[in-house]
């Protein structure tokens, strides 16, 4: 009976294994972990760039450094590849960068610096999923700039980067009001990279911000995304059952977007950043999942393989 048992125990516990290794987060041993620069895949990134020069309007905001995207393919766990354009350029994000609350509000959690309330997880919802700036700015007099600044610069993640153009960085309260804290580069009071923002979806689905149990409950908190516009547009029409994971953010003419698509196929699970400087933003960003998806379907070769840490 005990054998039988063992099995039993055993068996369950290896379905279970399979079965969480299909979804969200993934799991990867660490020797898998690379920088993300160095899964660059020189046929994506070809293929990235002939879709987006196609279009005149898109070539002159790419050479203008007004318009940068960044794409993770995902659909092999075991051969990573990325592309970017104007991958290192730092732009005005909006409330894109609102994901570096998020990850902040976790480790404070995790290091009993914040308390997990029922209200304060409320607001992260609303702060992501609807955007909520009331909530945004709850959050960051929460924790504070310094916190946010020392989680964004932490050599563990190191999401903001002055020696590579920068990265992700919120330094001024959503409404108005208060101190500021900018980024020293360009004084951006909330600015992204792709770059920065491709490792941060990556990290996130292989369970690597701050533990595999925080990234899930952050994929929780980013997915299901309550505004149906830009990316989430056009993917809940050509995929409708694709489980996505989003944030994005427009004033003015500042557009941005990220999203990772987790399709019921692997040849349809990515990340995608957009980051955009024109008045016609937001139909750029709806119109850039077909010709990015058709950059993913070319046949592409790779000689590494990993995950982003550095």
């Not at 660490?30 to 005149?56: C, F, M, R, W, Y």
């Not at 702060?127 to 610069?153: C, F, H, P, W």
């Not at 909330?190 to 990234?215: D, F, P, T």
Request: glycine share 6%; net charge positive.
């Amino acid at each position: 009976m005990k054998k039988k048992a063992y099995f039993l125990l055993f068996f369950i516990g290896y379905n279970i294994t399979l079965y969480s290794q299909k979804g969200l987060p993934m799991h990867v041993v660490d020797s898998k972990i690379h920088p993300l620069v160095s899964l660059t895949n020189s046929n994506l990134q070809k293929g990235l760039e002939k879709e987006l020069n196609a279009n005149p309007e898109w070539k002159n905001l790419i050479a203008s450094k007004k318009m940068a995207v960044g794409v993770v393919d995902l659909s092999n766990q075991d051969e990573v590849k990325y592309a970017s354009v104007n991958g290192n350029h730092m732009m005005y994000a909006a409330s894109l960068p609102k994901i570096a609350i998020l990850l902040s509000a976790m480790d404070a959690f995790e290091k009993g610096e914040l308390k997990e309330t029922p209200t304060i997880k409320n607001d992260m919802r609303l702060m992501i999923s609807k955007s909520n700036n009331q909530a945004s700015t709850r959050m960051i007099d929460r924790l504070g700039y310094q916190k946010i600044e020392s989680v964004m610069t932490d050599p563990k993640y190191m999401f903001y980067d002055e020696d590579k153009g920068g990265g992700l960085w919120v330094g001024k309260r959503y409404g108005g009001g208060g101190d500021t804290n900018r980024e020293p580069l360009k004084h951006l009071s909330h600015a992204a990279s792709v770059i920065q923002v491709c490792r941060y979806y990556y990290l996130l689905a292989y369970g690597k911000l701050v533990n595999e149990n925080r990234s899930r409950q952050m994929l929780d908190i980013m997915g299901d995304p309550e505004l149906h516009h830009k990316f989430v547009n056009t993917v809940e029409k050509i995929a409708p059952n694709a489980k996505l994971f989003r944030k994005s953010g427009s004033w003015k003419s500042y557009h941005s977007d990220s999203i990772l698509v987790w399709g019921n196929e692997p040849s349809r699970r990515y990340i995608l950043v957009a980051l955009i400087d024109d008045e016609n933003g937001e139909q750029i960003i709806r119109n850039l999942i077909k010709p990015v998806e058709k950059a993913l379907k070319m046949k592409t070769t790779s000689t590494k393989s990993g995950l982003v840490i550095n």
